[in-house]
Each structure stands twice: as structure tokens, then as C-alpha cells.
């Protein structure tokens, strides 16, 4: 009897762990991740912990040199679960990004932490709240689209991508992660291979698919930055 409720109780444990801190609501409907989100909006920098530096080095200078390098300073960036806004204040700390930023988010809470967050770039800055599928902008809309961390968490990631391939403009660039490492096998159908992934970036059309930095957490690789550029 002890050991059945210690099986038990490991079972338990690891649902919890796993539906938590791995696929945060995911298998269980967008309204659960929504209050996942919305949950956790005021300490999710806290547990992130990402340094302005480490934010630079992972999501600022590669989109700058890889992105804004051909697109131009002045560049118009759709960023598909703007969370914290992560992504606009790593562009709005680099020299080379003039530019705008529209973010977009499903969770009201994140927004609100996402509009303090901007508060010094207002002029420059926009926020929506919606979701990915459908994206509610027309079509060839931005310059740049990018979703960071956050794919694997909506409802149909395919779906997601085709929505943030269809607001791009001609010539312009995808910017998205795609989870790696130990934890990408927790979440199966919601994860592709990284050669999955990119077969199924090449069938939306986009070329120049190239794989930046890795970012990791608690030691492990857990994201890939990936680049796709939209034909003009």
C-alpha cells in the first residue's frame, strides 16, 4: 500500500510539473492557457529572469543584424504574443530600430504589464488584444512578424504561422522560436522536429531559413531562433 501511494503520488507530481511549468495549460484549451497567463502577467519577468543584456544577445542584435540590416531602420514589426513586450524592448534598445512595433496578445493581463513596460515608447509602440488564428490585420500588412516562446502554447501552431505569413509583406521576414532540447519531447504535437519545422516553413513558401541563437534555461537548451524570409 505504500508504494502504490507513492506511485501515486508521483504520478500526481508529475502532472502537475508537466501541466504547469511544461505545457502551462496547453492540451486543455486556450482559456486555460489565457489564465495561465493571466495568472502569472506580474511575476512572468521575475521568472524568466533575462538580463537587458541577455535579452540583447538573444533577441535584439540577431533581429538587428539579420532583419533590420535589409528591411532598414524604420521597419513596421508585428510580434504575435507580445507577452511582457520581451521582443519590442530589445528592438527599442538597439541604435539601428527607428521603427514600430504592433504587439499582440490574447491575455489582458500581460497586455497591462506589456503597456507599462512601454511606457517610455508610446509613439512608437501599439498593443492588441486578439489572437493568433485569424490574425486581425489585412494581408502583406508588416514589414517583420515574430512570435517568441509562444507557438507551442496556441491552439494550432500550423495555423498560427500561416496567419503570420499571410500579414507579412513581400520581402519581408519571419522571426519565430521553436522549442529544442528535453522538454520539446514533452510536448508532443504541439513541438515539430527541428527539420519538421522548417519542411513546414518551406511549404508556407519562405525562403532563407537559417537557425540563430539557442536560448536556454536552467541549463538546457530550450529555444531556437529561426529567420524565414517571405518572397518578394
Not at 529572469?49 to 533581429?63: C, F, K, R, V, Y
Not at 490585420?137 to 512578424?145: G, M, R, W, Y
Not at 504561422?161 to 519531447?185: D, F, K, Q, S, Y
Amino acid at each position: 500500500m505504500i508504494w502504490l501511494g507513492l506511485i501515486i503520488l508521483a504520478v500526481v507530481f508529475f502532472f502537475l510539473f508537466w501541466n504547469i511549468f511544461v505545457t502551462q495549460g496547453a492540451y486543455f484549451g486556450k482559456r486555460i492557457v489565457r489564465w495561465f497567463y493571466d495568472s502569472g502577467a506580474e511575476v512572468y519577468d521575475q521568472v524568466k529572469q533575462n538580463s537587458l543584456q541577455e535579452e540583447a544577445d538573444w533577441l535584439g542584435t540577431p533581429i538587428a543584424e539579420r532583419v533590420l540590416a535589409q528591411l532598414g531602420p524604420q521597419a513596421q514589426l508585428l510580434d504575435v504574443a507580445v507577452g511582457t513586450a520581451r521582443l519590442p524592448l530589445a528592438l527599442f534598445a538597439m541604435p539601428s530600430f527607428i521603427g514600430k512595433t504592433v504587439g499582440l496578445d490574447f491575455s489582458p493581463k500581460m497586455l497591462a504589464e506589456a503597456s507599462r513596460n512601454l511606457a517610455n515608447y508610446t509613439t512608437r509602440s501599439a498593443l492588441v488584444r486578439g489572437e493568433a488564428v485569424p490574425l486581425p490585420f489585412p494581408a502583406a500588412t508588416f514589414d517583420a512578424v515574430s512570435s517568441i516562446e509562444a507557438l507551442e502554447f496556441m491552439p494550432d501552431p500550423h495555423a498560427a504561422l500561416r496567419e503570420m505569413v499571410r500579414v507579412l509583406r513581400p520581402g519581408g521576414w519571419l522571426v519565430v522560436t521553436n522549442r529544442i532540447g528535453p522538454m520539446a519531447t514533452l510536448m508532443p504535437v504541439r513541438v515539430d522536429s527541428p527539420q519538421a519545422f522548417n519542411a513546414f516553413l518551406t511549404s508556407l513558401g519562405l525562403e532563407e531559413i537559417s537557425t540563430g541563437p539557442v536560448k536556454q534555461y536552467w541549463g538546457m537548451d530550450f529555444y531556437a531562433l529561426i529567420f524565414a524570409r517571405k518572397p518578394s
